[in-house]
């Protein structure tokens, strides 16, 4: 068992160099900036296709809802780009502690498995099945859990500070907060990884349109709506600004029960012993 845990320990320290501060930083904002280009294309993209369904279809209504999602896709773009900056900042204006890196480390080893068996699977149903829809279905999933995992292994991104001397009442609500603002601190990823991912689908369903596999009336049919790609893309949209609420509906939440805490006797909380007088 001994060997056992050198061995989780140099896993947990290799994960740790190749995924440090610096390259989840690099990477986070290379991600959000992706998303001015990706936003862009699937907006041109959707009118573009609403634009050959109602050319074909003599549809005033089809041509009406590719311009209001071009225009809605621009004005998301702008509200969700703010709130993943609102997402960090409030990250860096939250400071919360926790008593040791056992529960983190543990997380981060466990998900890095996961995250690993993930894309083994998803290589494994694309090769299967002669088709690279498992692997688009489950790589969002596997970024984010690497994502993830760097944040667990890297506190300061978190701004979570090793208080050892924490009560347990203390400490259970800091870990509830640790591991949610490391999901509202990956906003930004979020919301390019979407993005992109969703262009992707749009763009497989232009081609089929342009290669004549799927038919105008085909494709009015599902209203647009029907393709997975503009799920991501408005899913996209939305998560920056549902982690930032979200997030500040659960801070107001840990505050209350950390007041009710500090409130309660020991041994919910720890009892601090009065300071001795000095000898004289």
Do not use: Q
Request: proline content about 3%; charged content about 10%; overall charge negative.
């Amino acid at each position: 068992m001994a060997s056992l845990s050198r061995y989780v320990d140099a896993v947990l320290a290799f994960l740790r160099s190749k995924m440090s501060r610096e390259w989840f930083l690099s990477n986070d904002e290379g991600v959000t900036d992706s998303a001015s280009l990706t936003v862009l294309v699937n907006a041109v993209i959707g009118f573009t296709l609403m634009l050959i369904v109602a050319i074909k279809t003599d549809s005033f209504a089809a041509a009406l809802f590719g311009v209001a999602w071009f225009v809605a896709l621009l004005i998301g773009f702008w509200v969700a780009r703010r709130f993943v900056v609102a997402c960090v900042r409030l990250i860096e204006h939250s400071p919360t502690f926790i008593g040791g890196t056992e529960l983190t480390d543990a997380c981060a080893l466990l998900l890095g498995v996961l995250s690993t068996g993930l894309g083994a699977f998803g290589l494994y149903l694309a090769i299967d099945s002669s088709s690279l829809t498992p692997l688009w279905t489950l790589i969002p999933i596997v970024v984010s859990l690497l994502y993830y995992v760097s944040l667990l292994l890297n506190l300061d991104l978190l701004n979570v500070e090793i208080k050892s001397d924490a009560s347990a009442g203390e400490e259970a609500i800091s870990v509830f907060l640790l591991l949610t603002k490391a999901a509202v601190r990956l906003a930004g990823v979020t919301f390019g990884s979407l993005s992109f991912f969703g262009a992707v689908s749009l763009v497989t369903v232009a081609f089929s349109v342009l290669s004549g596999k799927t038919s105008a009336f085909e494709l009015l049919g599902t209203a647009l709506l029907g393709a997975k790609g503009v799920f991501l893309v408005l899913y996209a949209l939305i998560a920056p600004v549902a982690l930032y609420l979200g997030y500040l509906l659960i801070a107001l939440f840990a505050d209350i029960c950390g007041s009710l805490i500090r409130l309660a006797p020991a041994p919910v909380r720890a009892r601090v012993a009065p300071e001795e007088p000095p000898c004289v």
